[in-house]
């Protein structure tokens, strides 16, 4: 039974900053790929940043420059560091993680976050 529990979400003014945490527990064997998504009232989730296993990163251009993903591999916990915050970055942020389970071979599993509002203000 794997969990992802996120926290760090608020409310700051543009140009201020907030650090998001995600942290996976349960019977994980290993985790592959993390990343965290967004999604706006009226908009489709959209993919801000990924992080691999073994730290490579990719980030959406709306971000770049801005945010930092990040992981801890001890604690099954992924960051994300988000810095100049403007009002277009105002959405709900979840985590996901890929994942395998201890004592079980074969696919892989997937897992969301409960999502951690932000909320940029003029």
């Known amino acids: 039974q794997v969990q992802l529990v996120e926290s760090g979400g608020g409310l700051v003014q543009a140009g201020g900053s907030l650090r998001l945490s995600c942290a996976a527990s349960g019977s994980i064997f290993s985790i592959n790929a993390m990343g965290w998504y967004r999604q706006a009232p009226g908009k489709q989730r959209e993919l801000v940043a990924i992080i691999t296993k073994g730290g490579n990163t990719n980030y959406a251009d709306s971000v770049k420059g801005r945010f930092t993903i990040s992981r801890d591999n001890a604690k099954n916990t992924v960051y994300l560091q988000m810095n100049s915050l403007k009002p277009e970055d105002t959405a709900v942020y979840y985590c996901?993680?890929?994942?395998?389970?201890?004592?079980?071979?074969?696919?892989?599993?997937?897992?969301w976050g409960q999502g951690t509002q932000v909320t940029v203000s003029s």
């Open positions: 996901n993680t890929n994942y395998k389970l201890k004592g079980m071979v074969g696919p892989d599993f997937s897992s």
